[in-house]
């Protein structure tokens, strides 16, 4: 298996510009994350998805971020407009469920964002 | 205060050496994940622990439900363990707090040849 893929794996774009980060789980896993990573704040989960369905986005920080999963191989997380406080790296990670948090997630390489 | 604290913040150490990294917790969690990040930035699950003493390898990770603390221990520690090590916890919440994991701030290891 490839793993969890993200794309781009660099994303340099000016202030109020419109950025699309994409994922790809790996194949079977029904549960899909996406996490933040700054010098601040460490990892933050952001959102996540059980079977292509939003299950939590309370780490969502504002309106102007939204993530979709219209099928069980492909997500989406949007920033608009973007600011220079959203750069840093944002990770896809995946996992196969059950009724508990006993499931190891896997990491996506993550994509680097840079707000100007 | 942090749900998860890890200590220490920073650590050095020479090759060959063992090394211990700890991790706190203040709120009832289903189970604990160490995870290992590299210099290249990527993330790697080491172990995930509801209860007891995990080893692969080098690496060994118990945890102490009672006392909220977990530890992961690398034995005849080598170069290529560098890397920041982060522990993260999955909470007690209910049924739908599955994936909600909260993370330490993570600990730098840097192992000298």
């Known amino acids: 298996d490839a793993g969890v893929i993200q794309s781009p794996r660099h994303e340099v774009t000016e202030m109020g510009q419109e950025v699309t980060l994409r994922c790809k789980p790996i194949?079977?896993?029904?549960?899909l994350f996406w996490y933040r990573q700054t010098m601040m704040r460490g990892l933050e989960l952001l959102i996540y998805f059980n079977n292509n369905v939003p299950i939590d986005d309370s780490g969502m920080p504002e309106d102007r971020f939204s993530a979709k999963m219209p099928n069980a191989s492909f997500s989406t997380l949007k920033i608009q407009p973007s600011e220079p406080r959203d750069s840093a790296v944002y990770f896809c990670a995946s996992s196969l469920g059950s009724s508990g948090v006993y499931n190891e997630q896997f990491f996506g390489p993550g994509t680097r964002l840079t707000v100007l | 205060k942090n749900e998860v604290e890890q200590s220490p913040q920073n650590l050095t150490a020479q090759e060959g050496e063992f090394i211990t990294i700890n991790c706190s917790y203040s709120v009832g969690i289903s189970a604990l994940h160490w995870l290992q990040q590299h210099p290249g930035g990527g993330i790697v699950s080491l172990f995930m622990l509801s209860s007891g003493k995990k080893k692969h390898g080098r690496l060994i990770a118990t945890i102490n439900i009672q006392e909220k603390h977990s530890s992961l221990h690398i034995t005849a520690s080598h170069p290529r363990d560098s890397a920041v090590y982060i522990c993260?916890?999955?909470?007690?919440?209910?049924?739908?707090?599955?994936?909600?994991?909260?993370f330490g701030q993570g600990t730098i290891l840097t192992v000298h040849p």
């Open positions: 993260a916890v999955g909470l007690n919440a209910g049924g739908t707090s599955y994936g909600k994991l909260t």
């Open positions: 194949s079977g896993h029904d549960y």
